[in-house]
């Protein structure tokens, strides 16, 4: 019977030792991923404020692929289309306040209301597109504007002929103002005496007005035309296969709208600075800085070449690879105002 007491107590002791070992070894503290990197698991809650439709084939749409991208990195991903500046605010409120880390800022045009909410959330990381100031918990990455209205312009020069040229832009705002100033430079690099006409409608959303404005350009003598309005260019496209002239699109996909007058796209793929942007966010390497994006990083691209660009000859379609070539380089530099 003591021999049975002496082992019971002696397991009793073994097992005591074992459990205190364990608890022990439970409670050591976690230590961190010496890489920076996000712990696994991390699940990221990024919004996206869109200043139009992402149906528009252009730059809210490239937008919100660049947001798709970010869910297939594992993040949850929300987004508000057709957002003005009068409810900006509240929209950034509800992200910030409903357990959002990221937020994108998909134009310029909010960078005043976004700056000035922002400092109400330093723990929420703001993206402002196109933007000019990183400070804080805000961070810009622009796009090549003046990249994409430079080929444009060019290409839209090669196939003129003896006429003139033609740019709509929408809202009269940064990007769209570089735009126009690269459409001019990308002209007259090809044909330093063509006529140049340039607009702007006012919208990004209005397609009616930015037709309208086509229609007057082509009354002038304009024989190939170029927009740069979001989902307002699909008007411009419109106008050019109605007067059956040449057309450069801004955004792919827009060929579907004027099969017989879009020969190419020169594309702004904001996706790959979406990206680019998020993954910069969840290694902890943020920039202290503006960054721009263009040709050499792949977001400003050409298309391949549509049905309508058949009546072309092949010396003018080298010329066009000839100048990308060129940007993607950098031995073509764009001076903007």
Known sequence: ??????????????????????GCSSKQPKTSDPSGSEAPGTKHKVALILSGPVSDMSWNATAYNGLKEIEKLGAEIAYQENVDNSS????INNYATGGYDLIFLSTNGYEDIGLKEAKNYPDVTFFIINGATT????????????QQGFLMGAISALVAGEGQVGFVGGMEITPIINGSAGFEAGAKHVNESIAINSAMTGS???????KETAKAMV?????????????????????????????????????TVAPKAVIIAVVKD????????????????LPKETKKMGATEGVVFLSDWYEAASALNQETKDAVKALYDDMAAGKITVEIP
């Open 1 to 22: 019977m003591k021999k049975t007491l002496n082992l019971s107590v002696l397991i009793l002791i073994v097992l005591m030792s074992i459990g205190m070992a364990l």
């Open 88 to 91: 900006l605010a509240d929209v």
């Open 135 to 146: 400070v804080d918990n805000v961070i810009s990455v622009q796009v090549a504007d003046e």
């Open 204 to 210: 990004m959303t209005d397609v009616n007005a930015a």
């Open 219 to 255: 009354g002038k003598g304009v024989t190939a035309i170029s927009p740069m309005a979001d989902n307002a260019s699909l008007g411009v496209l419109e106008a050019a296969e109605e007067a059956g002239i040449f057309a450069v699109a801004s955004g792919l996909n827009q060929e």
């Open 270 to 285: 904001t996706a790959i600075a979406y990206k680019a942007a998020y993954q910069d966010y969840i290694s902890g390497n």
